[in-house]
Every structure is written in C-alpha cells, then in structure tokens.
C-alpha cells in the first residue's frame, strides 16, 4: 500500500506538471485541464496485471526520458499548418482593399479555428497516449517491485522457517539432554562407585593372599633351617661319641699288659685298622650326603627367594 500510495502521488505531480506546460503552450481557448478519468488505484490494476506473470523490463530512467519526448513532441506542434501562416503573411503585406475583404477574413478565422480544434484533438489524443504510458510504466515498474519484495519476502519467511525448525530441533535435543543426563550420570555414578568397592575387595583380598603365601614360606623356610641345623648338630655329636669311644677303648688297650697280649695286640691292632678304614669311609661318606644335603637346601632355599622377590614384584 506505501508504494501505491508513492505512485499515485508520482501520477498527481505528472497530471500537474503537464496542466502547466498546457496552459503556457496551448492558446487560451483550449481546455486548460487534462482529462480526470486516469485511474486512481494502481495497486488493484497491479494486482490484475502480476496475474499475468508478465515481466517488464523498462527502467526508470527510460520512463522519465519517454516522458520527456512525448512532452517535447507537444511543445512542437504548430496551432496553424503551413499555408495558412503563408497566407497570413501575404496578407499582412496587401492592402486592406477589395469588396471580399471581410469574406476573407472570415474564411480565414474558420480555417484557423479548424485548425485549432485538430491540434487540440491531436493534444487531447497525445494526452491520453501520454496518460497510457504512465499507467503502463508504472504498473510495469509496480509490478517489478512487488515481485521482487515477494520473492524477498518468500526468501525470508523460508529462511525463518529454517531457522524456527532447527531452533525446535535443538531446544527439544536440549530438552533430552537435560531429561537423560541426571539419571546417566547418575547411573554411571554408581557403576564406577561399584567398581571401585570390587577393586578394593580384590586388593584387599590379594593381601590377604599375599600375607598367607609369605606365613607360609617363611614356615617352610624355618622348618628346613630347623631341620638342617638338627641333622648337622646330630652328626656332629655323634662323631664326636664315637671320636670318645674309640678314644677310651684305645686307653683300655695301651693298659693291657704288652708281654700278654702281643698277639692279642697284633689282633687289636689289625681290628683297629679295619675299624678307621670302616670308620674314614663312613665320614667320607657322611660328609658327601652332608655336603649334598646342604647344596639341596641351598637350591631349596634359593628357589624359595626367587619364588618371594617375583611375589613381592607382581603384588606392587
């Protein structure tokens, strides 16, 4: 309605500026005003050409020099044709004679006044062409701005739609989160707060286990030292018993009378060596299964702290 409304007082300050150029061009006798039938509301008459779907290429600056050359055009028409200024002329220089004077006169005044109603006919004719082109150009020029403003708006109200549908999609993808999130945050809560009570069970448990293996090495450890020491303390002793034995026997021996117990003697002495050959093998021999006893109980006692150390570095 606003560009109707600049159009039509466009059209109103054309209607008086031709009225103007009219009235100081046109004689005196001639209508001094344009005809008032031009239409007033453009916008309706816009509405029934865009129906139409037709597309006007004219410019305003084509409209405004149009405008001027039909101005011009009327400007330059002669009120009296070519002979009848001769004629004028020609009798301008005779002399005011003759009896048909006046009859003259008066068939010159109709002529002129013939002519002056053809050039006002061809001015109201030109008028109307005139009033045809501003309609014509304006509606084009009417209908040009509307298009594009609905297309404009069309445009816009499209990208709006857009807008509105991605803001509904992300207020309800907000609205799900805010829904969600507490009860997942909340699960996963007690999830990991589970988690973390099974880790602890199975530390404390492994501990458990840990202090049980050690208990129970380290038994195992003192009962072979119990044991080692037992054996090495029981053969010792009883070296040393019979180390006593074969002492005081030996005693008793050296006590007998010699002239008496020669023969004895050469027995004894014979018996003696058979019982330190018997007696130097048994040591020998003891002391090979000591020495193997003692390098078992070292292989026992070295596998044990290996078994240890690979416990105490897993454990950490």
């Not at 037709?54 to 002979?83: A, D, G, H, R």
């Not at 708006?153 to 805010?178: G, R």
């Not at 199975?202 to 037992?230: A, L, P, Q, V």
């Not at 180390?243 to 004894?268: A, C, G, P, Q, T």
Request: glycine share 2%; with cysteine; aromatic share 6%.
């Amino acid at each position: 309605m606003f560009i109707s409304t600049q159009f039509t007082n466009l059209h109103t300050n054309l209607q008086t500026n031709l009225q103007t150029n009219l009235q100081t061009n046109l004689p005196t006798n001639l209508p001094t005003k344009l005809p008032t039938n031009l239409p007033t509301n453009l916008h309706s008459q816009h509405v029934k050409m865009g129906q139409s779907n037709e597309s006007s290429t004219m410019s305003e600056e084509s409209f405004v020099y149009q405008i001027s050359m039909n101005k011009n055009k009327i400007s330059n028409i002669n009120f009296l044709s070519e002979p009848t200024t001769m004629m004028m002329e020609e009798k301008k220089n005779k002399k005011w004679e003759g009896e048909n004077f006046y009859e003259d006169i008066k068939i010159d005044i109709l002529r002129i006044e013939r002519n002056i109603n053809i050039e006002v006919s061809k001015r109201i004719e030109e008028n109307k062409n005139i009033q045809n082109v501003i309609e014509n150009t304006a509606n084009k020029m009417i209908n040009n701005i509307l298009n594009k403003i609905t297309t404009k708006i069309e445009n816009i109200s499209n990208h709006l739609d857009d807008i509105n549908t991605k803001c509904s999609n992300l207020e309800n993808t907000i609205k799900d989160i805010k829904m969600s999130l507490p009860s997942k945050i909340q699960t996963e809560m007690l999830s990991l707060k589970r988690e973390i009570n099974d880790f602890h069970m199975m530390i404390n448990k492994h501990i458990h286990n840990k202090k049980k293996r050690d208990n129970i090495i380290f038994s195992k450890i003192e009962n072979i030292n119990t044991y080692i020491h037992g054996k090495i303390h029981n053969e010792i002793s009883f070296k040393e018993d019979d180390f006593i034995f074969l002492k005081n026997e030996s005693m008793k021996l050296l006590n007998y009378d010699i002239d008496d117990d020669i023969n004895f003697r050469d027995v004894f002495l014979d018996e003696i060596e058979d019982i330190k050959d018997a007696l130097a093998l048994t040591v020998k021999e003891r002391e090979q299964s000591d020495d193997d006893i003692i390098q078992a109980m070292n292989k026992y006692t070295s596998v044990l702290q290996k078994a240890l150390q690979s416990v105490i570095t897993s454990g950490r």
